[in-house]
């Protein structure tokens, strides 16, 4: 079958329409009926589920980190599964965004350009201010920098994932996203409600918004606290 090309199809629509001086919400609402008159179904994506990491990949995954006894590389992993922060806003973190006292981390500019607060267990402080004590003494900027003082890159941790799943034998394609997203399913599995979820994970619900914006990580940090001693990684 041989088609009309768009533009001429087009030109030709123009002059029937002209007349009627269209907008656009008008001339929207006359190709829905057009396409109810030709009986055309609207492809609409369908809504897969993501692919999450099993707490049997993540237990894998970190013993291959504990067996290599890389200091930076367990703060690091630790900080990006506890926290569940995006990759751009791990390698952006700076030594004075860290509160070691509240156990919380400061994530500037993050997605949509929003500032908020990430927590972390308190079990996780000694280790956490090591670290930090370690890159003071280096007179670094940011939480994980190269020996060169350079600051750590989205490759680089990509890179640095990579390694370890390819230790642990992992074999399917796990992108820092998914890992981010497994911190999330697994609180919302322990029965933590997305409202105590969303002030931290910069995740926006256009639903709850209202309920969420009544809600600070202080209210969320207990409930959070609780949970993460039951996490897959001590």
Not at 89 to 116: A, M, P, S, T, Y
Not at 147 to 163: A, I, P, T, W
């Amino acid at each position: 079958m041989t088609r009309t090309p768009a533009r001429t199809k087009a030109k030709e629509l123009a002059k029937f329409l002209r007349t009627e001086r269209p907008d656009y919400a008008y001339l929207k609402s006359v190709f829905r009926e057009l396409r109810k008159e030709l009986e055309i179904e609207v492809e609409r994506p369908s809504s897969r589920l993501p692919e999450v990491p099993t707490e049997e990949e993540i237990r894998a995954f970190y013993q291959q980190v504990w067996q290599a006894r890389k200091f930076t590389d367990m703060v690091l992993i630790k900080t990006l599964f506890y926290t569940g922060v995006r990759v751009s806003e791990l390698v952006n973190i700076r030594l004075q965004e860290v509160d070691l006292e509240r156990c919380q981390i400061r994530i500037c500019l993050g997605k949509g350009g929003k500032d908020r607060m990430v927590p972390f267990p308190y079990a996780f402080r000694e280790l956490l201010g090591l670290h930090i004590q370690q890159m003071q003494q280096k007179q670094a900027g940011y939480l994980f920098e190269s020996v060169r003082k350079q600051k750590y890159s989205d490759r680089d941790v990509r890179r640095m994932l990579e390694r370890y799943a390819t230790a642990a034998g992992i074999t399917r394609s796990l992108s820092p996203h998914k890992w981010r997203h497994f911190l999330f399913t697994w609180l919302k599995a322990q029965g933590i409600d997305d409202a105590l979820i969303q002030p931290y994970s910069g995740h926006e619900s256009r639903q709850s918004l209202e309920i969420y914006s009544r809600l600070s990580l202080g209210e969320a940090q207990p409930v959070y606290e609780q949970a993460m001693e039951r996490f897959p990684i001590p």
